[in-house]
């Protein structure tokens, strides 16, 4: 902090707005993406097998944080049953898998089914506003799990379904873990590209309307209640592909995979990496996957006690979750650089980032006052 | 501002790339460490063997789950104050425990198999068949033993789905039937009814009850009814068994507080019938005292390991040498509360057996001389039963003894009555 406090007095290029600008070069953005997708190619061929399946699992709860950020972070409504698409998902993969279904078949079946389940439970669920929808979700997860038991005919009952599928092509050279991730690499990829051009446009913003004030949204032609349901649907046909890459790299589901418990850890996770964020569902599902670990490297015996812990501190300090991280230390170092004292402004601490896209134009507007 | 600029992603640059480079030199090492000789599998060298385990060490299960961990650590951890083990390769090795925490969640259970495989010799003890379930046909795959752990789970005492596979506790048909057997041999008459959860571990208990008092005469079932793993109270079925006016209840339950509390509603509703209860919820100080089991003419259950709370017990050598090693290596203070700590107790022994037979150190060699064992008495097991690893279709464990409780802990019975 000193020695950023020294540069900025020193040398007229302080670092943040330099980043900002640098952020902003037309080739640095063309650049980024590119550098992101040779990364994640790499990635794989380097990094040990452990790793590797760590990437891959995080990158299924990333899916399905996202899928849950699309009807919680972006649309508002409150979503207690996404672990149950991803169980339905789960399960018609391994069906699919046990039957020799085409693979591709497979995956159209495994987002569909649970996007017509969700559509189905939205056209009621979203006639209903505010807690009363969550009220309606956290049924889902609580009728999942003794009807998976139920039809054990399809779901093989409380012992589960195993499916090893996505063998590793002769001709690819790659370990089954490298195999995989590339899989869950490119299936996640696509869905969160296709997800962000959906929260960037049109959709998004009505969305975000909607979110913000329903009375607004029909004032300007926006039917809520359309919206709702669309945000819905959407994230349960999220929620069944995380279901398929679960299926991938997991290859075991049972009635436990969508115990109740679940889902309201996944809720944690997308909280705790960002409402509303596209990065934040990213950082969730790394949340979801390595607070386990973090706490079992820690101690086996006190590993709820620990990840309550973790997940109280981390909501103390940074409300707006894991996502706004970089906002929150660069405030801090304009606020110690500059020392604005009082006239530092008035810090959202609940901002998600669906305004964080507004906070963070505010900010480069200011920089640009400066 | 242009080389400033030039100079960081220069800089970046050459970050990520000696990053790539340090992971590419550590990356693919898994064939482990040359010390135990070539073909050693990972997990073994000539000093030390280490043990993986997955199980619930936090959450509902996490009670029976924390047993698991601490009989067999207990048990390793006096051999290796001794100074280790002695195997077959005339080899003498310390056996290190790592034990991960799965909260009985399928997804979790896998991550912590991944973690550990390519740093254990053997999976083994891990409590539950969903949590083995999920990472069966990866420990098949990378020929990874999994064995002795606690699932009634036939699949895994089959040798040919399930290679690399063993089960230790008996599967849950072997414990209806042992009761069926004893009710079956009863001089009187007897009704029954039947409370069972609505899943494979309840079905299971029913079939082989069933299949055992099959063709005997002097047992009418006279009401069966089923209840949901995730039910909060069973109080609706037990009112209707009680109008049934059956005197010997079969309570195939897995849930701890789902027993408490049925066998205090029973007591509400004064009906006293003779329970059965499946062994893993007939633990006598973490369900029968709170439930006020001595209001009950007999309460049964099946079981293969001596009780330390048991009175018969409190001068065996066994159990003395076991309670101390559970305090001094377990992590474990208290009077065991489940049996599982007695059955992770006997783990230790069975798989020192089949350390001893070991003439290499691979994993390949291990599963041989797992499966060859035959009629051990391993410490802590009663009269009566043993471990046999040769029988295909059974887990390690299939012979039971049913006993009844006697206010304290349990006494073997030969009769019914």
Known sequence: MASASSLSTSSPSTPSPAGQSFRQRPWVRMAFPLVVA????????????????????????????????????????????????LGVGAYVTAYGVQNDWNIVLVFVLACLIPAVAGLIVALAAARLGGLAIAMVTVALPIVGVPLAKRLSEFTGGSQGLSARFAETPEWTGLYDDQWQLYLVLVIGGVVFLLTRYLVRGKYGRAFAIVKGNENVASSMG??????????????????????????????????????????????????????????????????YVLVPQLTNAVDASLTALLQGAVLLIVLFVLPGGLASLPRVLARGRRRSGADRGPGAPPTTPSSTAGSGTAAEGSERERQGLA | MNT????????????????????????????????????????????????????????????????????????????????????????????????????????????????????????TAGLGTPTNRAWRDAAIADEVPQVLVMTGDPLFSDTDESPWQLGFVPIYQNEG???????ASSTEEHKVAILSQNDDYGEGYVEGFKSAIEGADNIEVVEELTYEATDTSVDAQLTELANSGADVFFNAMSVTPLMISALQKAQQLNWKPSWFLPSNTSSPGAILEPGGAAAYPGIYSVSFAKAPASPAFAQDEDVQAYLAALKEHGDYQDPPAFPHCQWSWMVGATLEQAFAEMTEPTRENFMEALRGIEGFQAPLMLEGTSVTTSEDGQPAVSTL?????????????????
């Open chain 1, 38 to 85: 040779v990364v994640l190619a790499v990635l794989p061929l380097v990094l040990p097998e452990f790793a590797n399946e760590t990437v891959a699992r995080i990158g299924v709860f990333a899916v399905a944080v996202l899928g849950l950020n699309v009807v919680m972070g972006y649309t508002g409504q409150v979503s207690l049953g996404q672990i149950f698409f």
């Open chain 1, 222 to 287: 926006i039917s809520p209640y359309r919206y709702k349901v669309l945000a819905f649907t959407i994230a349960s046909l999220i929620g069944g592909v995380s279901g398929f890459l679960y299926m991938l790299v997991i290859q075991y589901t049972s009635p436990e995979t969508m115990s109740f418990g679940h889902s309201i850890e996944l809720l944690a996770a997308m909280v705790i990496g960002g409402a509303g964020s596209i990065v934040g569902s990213i950082l969730g599902g790394a949340w």
């Open chain 2, 4 to 123: 400033h600029f030039r100079s960081r992603t220069a800089r970046g640059v050459a970050v990520v790339s000696a990053l790539a480079l340090t992971l590419t030199a550590c990356g693919r090492e898994g064939d482990g460490g040359g010390e135990g000789g070539a073909s050693a599998s990972p997990g073994i060298t000539d000093e030390s063997v280490t043990l993986g385990i997955t199980t619930p060490l936090s959450g509902a299960t996490a009670g029976p789950g924390t047993c698991t961990v601490a009989g067999v650590k207990a048990y390793f951890g006096a051999k290796n104050a001794e100074g280790g083990v002695e195997f077959g390769d005339g080899k003498t090795r310390t056996v290190d425990i790592r034990a991960l925490d799965d909260t009985y969640d399928p997804q979790q259970a896998k991550a912590n198999y991944d973690q550990l495989k390519n740093e254990v010799f053997a999976m």
């Open chain 2, 177 to 183: 039937e042992a009761f069926g057997e004893l009710l």
């Open chain 2, 401 to 417: 003894n049913v006993q009844k409780f006697n206010g304290k802990g349990y006494d073997t019975v030969e009769s019914f009555g």
